[in-house]
């Protein structure tokens, strides 16, 4: 999994790989400036367009200016905004790059009467920013948010400090592309618009460099999956794909439950059973003919191989049986909905749930169950807190969805699409955890697989459907989420 550095270590992080590899950081740079010039170039925005780059003095603006350099070689129509007082100013790579320049593109200065429309590329300050910006670095970014045109920001806006939710000014870009790994500040939700799409571009990092910087927030990526899949034989059979016992469902809200059942054994499960009141039944034997279906008293919890509950139950006359599941299961078990409604209420509840129990609050769920938020760093430590401190995997879920793990680290979910933001897509995402858990998967890892593959199952359904997404569009794209990852 990709580690994710605070914005101070990005430079130490640097020189070890330079040290390691003995790769200069000219060299460093100019590869980053190519990858960068190879996105630019696949997203095929008009060719026409004339293309400003703002470049500071430091090294984010050095790589401004072999972007530009490239961008030239590449006939595009190129020209650099001087965003630093004098050449004195500058880093030495940057003072390399700069010399590298073309006659052929056109340099302006703050004080000239520079394009303002077009493609900005935003290549003014890095990640190395601290404290409150001065007066100078103020003007260039009020300068360049007159810009009526798209806006790409080289690592990170230019304002926004790497570690931190958005106070003063920034600017705000339509594309943020982050080297290597995301800076935390890039998946805040508060510095949405700022970030604009983030995009990851690999520059070739070598991987004993990241291994000698600690951190706790790592990054979940496509390539991180695979390993996480259990294999079956031919001669496995339905038992060995786990037996899968869903509780939830109520008058009105069988759709939740029906959501979920469907996940689950879309998601692989050899069997499952849908628990609801008995009034319900024929509802989900009618939707999910391949489902069973229980109701009253659950005789023998242990018969199954991970439980699931909460989607669409509801919260009267509940605590009874969820009390009794988490005492006669006593393995790790999914609770969702009103499941954290429940331990939300009933907080002795906590004193029973199985170690290693996942959690799937949305962003109101969590503040009933662990209490309010001034903001989602702070949402943040306190879901740390509360996984250490009740040995449970909490999945934090909206964008870029935190799962936080008992022994402290957190990890950012990559996959994933704003058109998920719909109903029930929480339910499929329960049944598709429960799912891997029942399969023998590791409880970190069903929760690392269900989050991924859930994100991926909306952007493949998405690809065609787009705001018109619903829940079991998510259902039906979860095979195609095997087939892009190449799990059989």
């Known amino acids: 999994m990709q580690k994710i550095f605070k914005g101070s270590e990005v430079k130490r992080l640097d020189e070890l790989h330079q040290s390691q590899s003995g790769q200069s950081s000219a060299e460093l740079m100019e590869r980053a400036a190519s990858i960068f010039v190879e996105w630019f170039l696949e997203k095929k925005f008009d060719p026409s367009a004339q293309v400003l780059i703002a470049c500071g003095a430091g ?50 200065q703050l004080q000239d009467d520079f394009p303002k429309s077009g493609i900005l590329i935003d290549a003014f300050l890095g990640v190395g920013i601290e404290g409150e910006l001065r007066e100078s670095a103020r ?62 571009l690999k520059i070739g990092i070598l991987n004993c460099s990241y291994d000698q910087i600690d951190t706790d927030y790592y990054f979940l990526e496509s390539t ?27 008058p ?55 439980i699931g509950i909460g989607p669409g139950w509801g ?23 009103d499941g954290l409604n429940l331990l939300a209420r009933h907080k002795d509840l906590f004193d029973i749930v199985p170690p290693n129990s996942i959690l799937t609050p949305h962003v109101g769920e969590f503040a009933r169950l662990v209490g309010e938020s001034k903001d989602h760093l702070d949402r943040l430590a306190k879901a740390k807190k509360f996984a250490i401190s009740e040995q449970v995997i909490l999945v934090l879920k909206g964008a870029n969805t935190c799962i936080s793990l008992p022994d402290g680290k957190q990890i950012f979910n990559s996959s994933g699409t704003p058109y998920m933001a719909t109903g029930g897509s929480g339910d499929v995402l329960t049944g598709m955890i429960t799912s891997f858990l029942g399969q ?22 998405s690809r065609s459907k787009l705001r018109s997404m619903i829940a079991n569009d998510i259902i039906d794209a979860i095979s195609s989420t095997y087939l892009e990852l190449g799990i059989e």
């Open 224 to 250: 991180d999956i695979p390993s996480l899949h259990r294999s079956f034989n031919r001669f496995s059979h339905k038992g060995d794909f786990g037996k899968v016992l869903l509780v939830g469902g109520s």
């Open 59 to 108: 090294n984010n603006g050095g790589d401004g200016f072999a972007i530009a350099r490239l961008l030239k070689k590449n006939q595009l129509n190129v020209a650099v905004l001087h965003c630093f007082s004098s050449i004195e100013q500058l880093s030495k790579d940057a003072l390399t790059n700069w010399n590298s320049l073309s006659d052929e593109i056109s340099i302006f």
């Open 440 to 461: 023998g998967y590791s409880p970190e890892n069903a929760a690392l697989c269900g989050v991924f593959h859930h994100g991926l199952a909306g952007e493949i359904a």
């Open 139 to 200: 003007k260039v970014i009020l300068s360049l948010c007159e810009f009526d045109g798209k806006v790409i920001s080289v690592d990170i806006p230019s304002g926004l400090h790497p570690d931190k939710i958005k106070t003063g000014l920034t600017i705000e870009a339509d594309y943020t592309i982050s080297f290597e790994f995301p800076k935390l500040a890039l998946l805040l939700p508060e510095n949405v618009e700022a970030v604009g799409e983030l995009v990851i």
């Open 252 to 306: 009105g809200k069988m759709g939740a439950l029906i959501l979920c059942t469907k996940s689950a054994l879309r998601t692989g499960s050899g069997l499952v059973s849908s628990h609801m009141e008995e009034s319900e039944h024929y509802i989900i034997q009618t939707a999910v003919p391949e489902a069973m279906a229980t109701w009253g008293v659950i005789a023998d919890p242990q018969y199954y191989d991970a």
């Open 315 to 337: 919260q009267d006359n509940r605590d009874r049986l969820m009390r009794q599941l988490l005492q006669d299961f006593q393995k790790p078990v999914v609770i969702d909905a």
